[in-house]
């Protein structure tokens, strides 16, 4: 039977089952493929903080979803147009986000009563006019699954649990992605267990052919490749690049890697990834609390390494008196906040960007330090280049943020040549004899104000530094009150200075004659982006620019906001940019604040900036009351 | 010795320029100037030599070495130490703390360096009291302390720190008193040339908020020093009279040698694995006011922890050879948009 190919722009799938379903490894197999053939693509896991809720349960449900298309796309989809529900809970916690007259595939076996009932379903959904609105394919996968293994020697149990296999390789057909690379896979995963191996693979192409066969799906789709520039490419998570970057930053500098952390959800994946590197010199210490992790670090900066602690926001504010200490003492040193949603513990899981005032004034004394935030899971590895840069030329601590978006989500990435990127090698001058009689530890480059970077074993530089504060040049104790405020100035100064080697701000204003600016950091870029298209598209005109730098801000950054009648700053929490921008340059900068543990949909933005479009327009209000 | 040999360094030029600012009498003076005066034998070039603190009158000691210092932040000297020398071997790293710097604020780092067996040298000063905050009772203040903060008499449990670094699976473990100072000398170069963590407590008076707190040991030391000796009958006194025994029960008892007669006597083995007989003799004495033991508990051999990180990197450069960043940015799945 031949079925027709139906050629399609951009699709949104999300796989939704229980945690225990692998429905990340599903996702994530599907995203390989699909960069495989070329598409453009961006992807969003969502899953629970317990490591295993009880079965069935709605709190454990986990999902996957990915949007990709035949151009270059910036956010994993508003809406999913394609719902995998593997049972009654993942159906219900995610039906709301389907897209109407979406495809809905459920696992038509798991949809038993008990099931029925943790998912809090009064009757079967299938049996009602809940689901009316959607093109439904109710598929016995479990039953389909075991029916294919029948031959195999293997417990009904694990005969089950290859039931993601199928739901893969049907949604392989549907969106004409070939087998290979995933068989491959699936053999080289278990490669120690053959038996299961099979199976896995056998469950696959029978999901494959269930989808070419049988009369219930009448055809599938084609997504045509992306128009991506020219290079070779391979996909990336922002934990994986922003783990790569600090290598590349050790490599490129001739330092030596070393990372303090303490195990956190998000953040951990890099502490795994930089443990995996041995062979590049970088030494990785998990240390027995966050406060030990920076400890640590700050101790291997002392000593000439290029020092890095990896963290999310509630070990930030453990670290807080160590990161004061590193102004102090003017050592360089990256500090990662892989930033979810707070305060307390929060949502571990979920992505926030509530961290930025903390990391701006999170300190006791006047503490000031860089800040760089990455846009996207490539932007990862550039920025830890970036922190790498300001923390060597002007020895400071810098805080880099991510968040939990960026850290999971995934993006194609196309791989840098190494000769492009930034040779880091001259930044880093140890200081080789005394700059005096005795050495001056605290004798300031004129330029960048940074101090000298003391290697201990160089002959002649013993020197002692600390906490307290110290005389200017000597770096001796000092309770001078005015040389106490002379150093606060200039370790302000100092980072006021980064100012002068950043970029100007890049706005993105198609004609040019835009009254509404559009301003983001941080993970917001893609959807920033993408509600910016779709206001142009409708006729809109919008201006858009993102930061990279929020410590210090570029010094054009007056100028531009000056220059728009309106500005507007998206952010995942309550307007901490908003807050630094009103009070730094006195605009009225306007704020679009949610804080859902999601990315921002294109879909709202663009509703956010069409109201700022209309306020231009609209009678004034509040200023013209009598 | 020939005659461009380095000539031999003296106490005195390992004193820094910085005027030393302890009270008079205080008893970091006489573990300043034993440090000071052991260095030229360690045979450490100074400027490998890094001395970290802590917060704490004793956590000021960085600023009178001339070496490398690092004053750092209250109870964190260990964790910074153990990034000093993980990633650097070259460098011989001490860390000076204090009762409260050590066991209060800073416990967890203590254990940990312990049980890591980095290479460092701990230098406890226990002076049963917080000093540079005017006279708070610490956690290795007698029960029932009357202090500024306990007017009506502490309430918690004194630690032993000697059985805490047992207990912390340390492999260098010893005690000495500030003003003993050949012994203090003796234990430090013992501690100095140890590989791993080598925990020293130094019983130290602080004449102005706890004065004569270790009287009972400096007072009558024959009385109440109990001297461990590796490889001797554990005995006292001014006739050695007195001695150590294992009763029955498992449980060591301090007794009259003439009592129990010499071959009962405990040999002290300080390099025994199980550590379980130096712990025992740590709870000799709980707080110092009667026979105390001091000298060195333990002393085992162990891989240190930045011996073990430095053959990781090593093992991992012969089997995979050096690291090449173009291979690990391609990783293994790749592909290629053309123009
Ligand atoms: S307060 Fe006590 S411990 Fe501190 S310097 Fe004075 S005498 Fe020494």
Known sequence: ?626 | MTDTAAPKLSRKDFSSDQEVRWCPGCGDYAILANVQGMMPDLGVDRERLVFVSGIGCSSRFPYYMNTYGFHSIHGRAPAIATGISTSRPDLKVFVITGDGDGLSIGGNHLIHALRRNVNLVIILFNNQIYGLTKGQYSPTSELGKVTKSTPAGSLDYPFNPVSIALGAEATFVARSIDTEREHLAHVIELAARHHGTAFIEVYQNCNIFNDGAFAALKDHPEANQIRLEHGQPIRFGADHERGVVMGDDGALRVVDVADVGEDRLLVHDAHREDASLAFALSRLAHTPTGPTPVGLFRQVERPTYDGLMEQQLVDAEQRRGRGDLARLLAGSDTWTVGD
Request: hydrophobic share 40%.
């Open chain 1, 1 to 626: 039977m031949s079925k027709t190919v139906e050629t399609l722009e951009s699709v949104t799938i999300r796989f939704a089952g229980d945690s225990g379903d692998g429905m990340q490894l599903t996702g994530n197999r599907f995203t390989s493929v699909t960069a495989q053939v070329g598409n453009d693509l961006a992807t969003l896991p969502d899953f629970p903080a317990e490591i295993r809720a009880p079965a069935g349960s709605l709190p454990g449900v986990s999902g996957f979803q990915l949007h990709f298309a035949d151009h270059d796309i910036l956010t994993p989809g508003d809406q999913p147009d394609v719902l995998v529900a593997m049972n009654p809970a993942a159906l219900k916690t995610n039906l709301g986000d389907l897209a109407r007259g979406g495809t809905l595939i459920v696992n038509g076996d798991a949809f038993t009563r008990g099931n029925l009932k943790k998912a809090a379903y009064s009757q079967d959904p299938r049996g009602d006019d809940s689901l009316g609105g959607y093109r439904v394919f109710d598929v016995p996968i479990t039953s389909l699954t075991v029916g294919a293994l029948s031959e195999q020697e293997l417990s009904n149990k694990d005969k089950q649990r290859a039931k993601n296999m199928f739901a893969l390789g049907l949604m392989s057909w549907m969106f004409s992605r070939p087998l290979e690379k995933t068989v491959a896979w699936i053999e080289d995963k278990f490669r120690s267990a053959p038996d299961i191996a099979t199976a896995n693979v056998t469950a696959l192409k029978a999901g494959f052919a269930f989808g070419e066969t049988t009369e219930m799906f009448a055809h599938s789709y084609e997504v045509a490749p992306a128009h991506l520039p020219a290079g070779t490419y391979r996909q990336i998570t922002g934990n994986l690049a922003l783990s790569y970057g600090l290598v590349a930053a050790a490599e490129r500098s001739g330092l030596p890697l070393f990372l303090g952390g303490y195990p956190i959800t998000p953040a951990s994946d890099i502490l795994h990834e930089l443990s995996r590197h041995k062979h590049f010199g970088v030494r990785t210490f998990q240390a027995e609390d966050e406060i030990a992790g920076i400890g640590a670090a700050l101790g291997a900066a002392f000593a000439g390494n290029l020092a890095v602690t990896t963290t999310s926001g509630p070990g930030i504010a453990l670290k807080g008196e160590s990161i004061g200490l590193a102004v102090s003492v003017e050592l360089p040193l990256l500090i990662v906040n892989v930033q979810r949603g707070g305060p307390s513990t929060g949502l571990p899981t979920k992505t926030e960007q509530s961290d930025l005032l903390q990391g701006m004034f999170g300190r006791n004394g006047e503490a000031p330090l860089p800040i760089v935030a990455a846009a996207n899971p490539g932007d990862c590895f550039d920025v830890a280049l970036e922190a790498a840069r300001i923390a060597l030329t002007y020895r400071t601590p810098v805080l880099l943020l991510s968040d939990g978006y960026l850290a999971n989500g995934a993006e194609p990435w196309r791989i840098p040549r190494i000769a492009d990127l930034p040779d880091l090698s001259d930044l880093v001058q140890f200081a080789p004899s005394p700059n005096g009689d005795v050495f001056q530890p605290y004798k300031r480059d004129p330029d960048t104000l940074a101090r000298p970077w003391a290697r201990p074993g160089t002959v002649g530089l013993e020197h002692r530094i600390g906490g307290l504060e110290k005389a200017d040049v000597t770096g001796n104790i000092s309770y001078d009150p005015e040389n106490h405020h002379h150093m606060t100035e200039l370790r302000q100064a100092k980072i006021d200075g980064i100012a002068a080697s950043i970029p100007p701000v890049a706005v993105d204003d198609p004609d040019g004659d835009a009254r509404v600016l559009v301003l983001g950091w941080g993970s917001t870029y893609g959807p920033i982006h993408a509600a910016a298209r779709r206001v142009r598209n409708a006729g809109g005109k919008v201006a858009r620019a993102h930061l990279r730098h929020l410590n210090p801000l570029p010094t054009d950054l007056g100028e531009v906001l000056a220059r728009y009648d309106r500005v507007l700053v998206p952010e995942m929490n309550m307007g901490q940019l908003r807050l630094l921008l009103r009070a730094r340059y006195l605009v009225d900068v306007q704020g679009y604040n949610r804080v859902h543990g999601l990315p921002f949909t294109s879909r709202e933005l663009a509703e956010a900036i069409t109201g700022q479009l209309a306020a231009l327009t609209a009678p004034a209000t509040d200023e013209a009351s009598p």
